[in-house]
Structures are given as C-alpha cells and as structure tokens.
C-alpha cells in the first residue's frame, strides 16, 4: 500500500511538470524577453517607421517632424524633411552658408524626454541637450575634421538618466565633406565616459579618452583615438595612457559656434598614472 501511494505521488509531481511544458520548451525559453519590460526603451521596437507617426526611438517619421524646422536645425530657411529610416531629419533642402571646414552646423536644441523611474514606474519629463561635437582626425597620413549631430531619442534610467541618441556625422578633408559610415555617440552611462565610433570599410575609429580620474569618470572632452580591425581587435589603441593616437574634439555650443580645436589635454586628478 506504501508503495502504491508513493507511485501516485509521484506520478503526479510528474504530471505537473510536464504539464507546464508546451511540447518543445521554446516559449519557456522565451519567457526571458518579459524581463525587458523594466526596461524603458523596449517599446521602440513597436514604432514603425513609415506611418507618420513619431514613436520609440525615432526622430521623426514621414511627415511627422514634431516642432522641428530648417531654422531651428540651424539654417536659414528652406524645406526640412524627414530621413527615410527616421533616424534623423533630411537637411538637404535647407537653406545655409557652409561652416568651417564645410560643413552646415546646426543650433543644438534642448529636447525633452519621458524617463521613468522603476520600480515605480512613474515616468517624468526630463530636459537633454542635444551633444553635438567637432572633432579633429590625424591617421594614416590623413588629416582632416569630423563633425557628428547626436539627438536625444529615448531616455534610459540606470540609476541616473541616460539619454540614448540617434547620430548622424560627416568627415571633412581639405573641405569635402563626406557622410561618416555608422556614426554613434554614447553617453557612457552614469559615470558619463562618453566614446563616439564610425565605420569605413572594414575599420572602426572610436574616439575616447585616455585618462580616467577620481571614481574611474573622464574629466576632458574625447581626446585619443583607437583603430580596430572587422574582428574588433586593435589595430593601434592610442587611448594607453601615453596618448599615441591624441585628437581634439570641443562641443557645438547654442548659437552653433566652437572653441578653437586646440590640444589642451591634462590628465585628470586622480588619474593612476599621474
């Protein structure tokens, strides 16, 4: 009799198992992906682009350019569009004089962005600026200038927050100017060590800093570059902290203007190898 009332208790643990089991275990699996749902920015992948309708991370769609115009991009008047991927807008029909080294800076605008805190979850506006930058490029013996736009599109909360941008560059040598492959700037999340990286060809440039000083934070704007190979393994690292590879990079301010690219670099207090 024991032994049949083992076999019963048994059989039903067995049971209960297998009943939460749907044949091949895959959406079980997938159960992993609810835990993105704490994570604000997943919705973006609900936003489709194409529909006029600005959602997740995109800046504008279609039509749909929200307060957006030539003048307020930083040009004198025309017509501004939207890009086809909605990553951006489409300058190419606004109106302006070409910069220095050739290239038509726009005004940075302040953007306004919903964060919300968790486990809480309660959302609140929170102003970014966007953080656009002029940067110098010495590699390969070539010698010329980069200019990126990065726009605050989603607000990310990881313990502060965390603008994630959408980024659009371009490379200027001897004046001409050339769209850069891949552009993306990043914040570098709560302790704001930001990097910015481009493609061309089978190359990856990312710009960032060579000293880290009190709480492992950067206290300089970008100064060193590192060339890496299609595996992401280094070609040359000039961000050691003998800066082999140094450049130079100021942010656009409000009215569209820099300061003058000139190496000022100091390594930051408390940095180890001071």
Known sequence: MRNLKNLFVWTAVFCF??????????????????????????NINNATCGDSAIGGLEVCDGTALGTATCVSEGFVDGTLACRTDCTGYD?????????DYGF?????????????????????????????????FVYG????????QATPAVCEVLMSDIAVYNTVGWISFDGVVTPLGSPNYDWGSNHRNDWFTFLEQDVTYTYSHSSLGLGWRACFPMDCLQVL??????IEDGCTTDRTLPIV??????????????????????????
Do not use: H, M, W
């Not at 300058?91 to 070409?98: H, I, K, R, Y």
């Not at 038509?104 to 656009?132: G, K, S």
């Not at 190979?229 to 280094?234: I, V, Y």
């Open 91 to 99: 300058t190419s029909a606004c109106n302006g004089t070409p910069g």
């Open 229 to 234: 190979d299609a595996d992401n393994q280094f």
């Open 104 to 136: 038509l800076f726009r005004r940075p605008q302040t953007r306004t962005l919903t964060c919300t805190q968790l486990p809480l979850n309660e959302p609140r506006d929170v102003e970014f600026r966007d953080a656009d930058q002029l940067c110098t």
């Open 141 to 148: 013996g070539r010698s010329g200038f980069l200019y990126f």
């Open 249 to 274: 990079c100021n942010p656009i301010l409000d009215d569209g203007t820099f300061a003058p690219l000139v190496d000022t670099f100091e390594k930051c207090e408390g940095d180890p190898n001071l």
């Open 17 to 42: 198992f297998s009943a939460c089991d749907d044949g091949n275990g895959s959406n079980n699996t997938n159960n992993v992906n609810n835990a993105n749902n704490v994570n604000n920015i997943n």
